[in-house]
């Protein structure tokens, strides 16, 4: 059945719009790797309700507030705004709902009743483990060797891009809903891994990350001022920073080689340089973080193999490095070849390793546990279990390098295997995912407003390296409402049911997205409905639903807000265009005329003149259309199908004995909230009179 195969039957089969929802995702949700229901924690933003937005965010991503700050966003990369003007920034919404909260964010607790789990490894994806098992009713234990946990962003991501209070607003949250975090504890050192189940615990999730710098074997390697990147971004975190010289030279292209070329530059090296095997495109760091470098003053040499660090007198003066040929096969697997002829000479006094990273299998002594060959842990990608049924493992441990995001998914997997295990059930981890809507394409590209994308204020290069302080400045609540609104909603669009089309071409008519098509019945593209909601208003038969919102749900709405006591013998109720309107409009919180209650919608293209006719009969004394003019509004064509919905509705409350005057149209020509207050309480004087 095809999205436009929808009878009325189907519908009373499906419970509520989210379910109508998870039969097609945009692709923003699909390319996340925890499948964060992006579409609805940006409805919740552009409306001001930031509390819902970020309760929505966390049902998926302990790691909220890190991921808003140092996610690789892949959401954006195959957000379908990209094919009209930019990708809504996503991460800066998630940031700013996140960090707003902080650890305060809800907190839903669940009876912890069922066996005790250690998790070895306080990190995004042991961190994101423990609370999967939290909320599933477990009793979780996680065991970190540091001093504080948080993994990765707590000790090897720089301060100016991930400050320790953002970290820590995650891992307090987590820690709130039951989990127990004991730092300071080494296993395999303090405490062995076979013991852990003597003491109690029925499971064991491994998830300690890979902490160790790989080395490379080269002469005057082991020269102590040749040091692991992430040895050195601990030391710098824990406030332990080693002593380097002045002119530093890493090696390595990735984020972390990034990260530790910054890092040296603020510890006030006076020449940063980095060297890579890649040339710029092949470059694995990520782009902005290459550009802030560079704006930083941090030179890279592409294309270069390190062959030997030359030392004289016990001091590190230069390396030498030979040609790279290339970096990939023809199969585009990593095997680098290199010109032995053409070696270059680049001076420094301090060098440090960053081409990849190892795991510290310490944590094995005295187990049972095998490790691979690769010096990782041998597991069952199918089931999370390591050769001991009971041990499992995830995060880096046990699958490729990968994000923060990458990492709370593995977590979370690996929890629900624990789960099915400890329940006696056959491990059956079902990874499938809902279809997708494809990309925009077509007319419709054109038909969709352009609207800037709300930029991050970053502070000058020349003063941002001088410290740790962070280099970007978070959104401003306009700022991220604004952004907020530039989502097109995919997904939330319109269904027909065929059953109840009379194929009247209503709908070919008033979508100004040309959308529609009619044959037998109307049939409507998912994958270019921009959910604006005119053809469900205008459709004569009632054949077509949103599956954004429940049926009738501005009714609802209105019942609510009528049901309220503001203090007045009077009911008005005004619908106000919000599309431009703050968080405390939105809220309730901005003033409005005595006797007016106001309901804020996105957009006032789903208003239908049913709805005001409804909200008539549900006991409002008068009603107020607040629209704006069509430049201002979310969709094309809304205003001028507001102006003749009203003019309808007048119409039929005239022919009822009802005054006319009693449904108000206003019209701004710039909102503002003291353009809506000046027309409200206008109108207000014109009822009286």
Request: aromatic share 6%; net charge positive; proline share 5%.
């Amino acid at each position: 059945m095809t999205i436009s195969d929808v009878t009325s039957t189907d519908v009373a089969k499906l419970t509520s719009p989210k379910e109508l929802m998870e039969r097609l995702w945009a692709p923003c949700r699909y390319n996340c790797p925890v499948h964060a229901d992006v579409r609805a924690y940006l409805e919740h933003a552009a409306a001001g309700r930031f509390g819902q937005a970020i309760d929505v965010i966390r049902e998926k991503l302990p790691f909220a507030s890190v991921c808003g700050r140092v996610c690789h966003h892949p959401c954006e990369a195959n957000c379908r705004r990209n094919d009209v003007d930019a990708a809504v920034a996503i991460r800066e919404v998630k940031r700013f709902v996140a960090e707003r909260a902080g650890a305060g964010a809800s907190v839903r607790k669940t009876t912890q009743n069922k066996a005790n789990v250690a998790v070895v490894g306080g990190g995004p994806a042991g961190l994101s483990a423990a609370l999967e098992l939290a909320k599933l009713g477990y009793r979780p234990t996680v065991f970190e060797r540091l001093g504080r946990a948080g993994g990765v962003p707590a000790t090897a991501i720089p301060s100016y891009r991930l400050p320790r209070d953002v970290v820590a607003m995650d891992v307090d949250w987590v820690k709130a809903h039951g989990v127990n975090v004991v730092t300071g504890v080494e296993i395999g050192k303090d405490r062995g891994l076979d013991q852990l189940k003597a003491e109690g615990f029925a499971a064991v999730c491994l998830a300690v990350g890979l902490s160790r710098t790989r080395p490379l074997p080269m002469p005057g390697a082991d020269h102590k001022n040749v040091l692991g990147a992430l040895e050195f971004l601990t030391a710098v975190a824990f406030d332990r920073a080693p002593k380097i010289g002045s002119d530093v030279l890493v090696i390595g292209g990735g984020n972390v080689a990034v990260d530790t070329a910054r890092s040296a530059l603020r510890l006030g090296a006076a020449r940063v340089r980095m060297m890579c095997l890649e040339d710029e495109s092949e470059m694995p760091a990520f782009v902005w973080e290459q550009d802030e470098a560079r704006q930083e003053g941090i030179d890279i040499i592409y294309r270069r193999g390190p062959v030997e660090v030359t030392v004289v007198g016990g001091d590190i003066r230069a390396v030498k490095a030979r040609r790279v040929t290339r970096v990939f096969d023809e199969n585009k697997r990593f095997n680098p070849q290199y010109d032995d002829s053409d070696v270059i000479t680049v001076a420094c006094d301090t060098v440090i390793i960053a081409i990849g990273q190892m795991a510290e299998l310490g944590f094995l002594a005295g187990s049972s546990v095998k490790a691979s060959a690769q010096g990782r842990l041998e597991v069952n990608a199918a089931t999370c279990q390591t050769n001991l049924p009971h041990v499992f493992a995830c995060g880096e441990i046990a699958t490729p390098p990968g994000s923060v995001v990458e990492a709370c998914a593995s977590g979370q997997r690996a929890a629900r295997a624990i789960d099915q295990y400890l329940s006696g059930k056959p491990i059956v981890l079902d990874d499938s995912l809902p279809p997708y809507i494809d990309k925009l394409y077509g007319n419709t590209t054109g038909k969709v407003r352009r609207v800037g994308r709300e930029n991050v204020v970053c502070e000058d290069p020349a003063e941002r390296k001088k410290s740790f302080t962070a280099i970007d400045r978070n959104y401003s609540p306009l700022a991220a409402l604004r952004e907020a609104r530039r989502c097109m909603g995919c997904g939330g669009g319109a269904e027909v049911l065929v059953d109840k089309c009379a194929a009247c071409m209503t709908c070919v008519r008033v979508c100004p997205f040309e959308v529609p098509s009619v044959g037998d019945v109307a049939r409507i593209d998912s994958a270019l409905c921009q959910a604006c909601g005119i053809c469900v208003a205008e459709c004569p038969a009632n054949a077509i639903i949103t599956r954004g919102h429940e049926h009738g749900w501005i009714g609802e709405l209105t019942r609510a807000t009528l049901a309220g006591d503001n203090g007045s013998a009077r009911k008005t109720i005004a619908y106000i265009c919000g599309y431009r309107a703050s968080a405390e409009e939105w809220s309730g919180q901005a003033p409005l005329p005595a006797g007016v209650r106001g309901i804020y919608l996105p957009s006032l293209a789903p208003l239908r003149v049913a709805d005001l006719l409804h909200a008539f009969e549900d006991g409002a004394d008068a009603i107020f259309v607040v629209s704006c003019q069509d430049s201002f509004e979310r969709y094309p064509q809304a205003a001028k199908r507001i102006r003749r919905r009203v003019v309808q509705a007048r119409t039929m409350i005239k022919a009822a004995g009802l005054k006319s005057s009693r449904l108000q149209l206003m019209e701004l020509t710039r909102p503002s909230r003291a353009a809506v207050e000046e027309v409200l309480a206008e109108a207000a004087g014109r009822l009286k009179d």
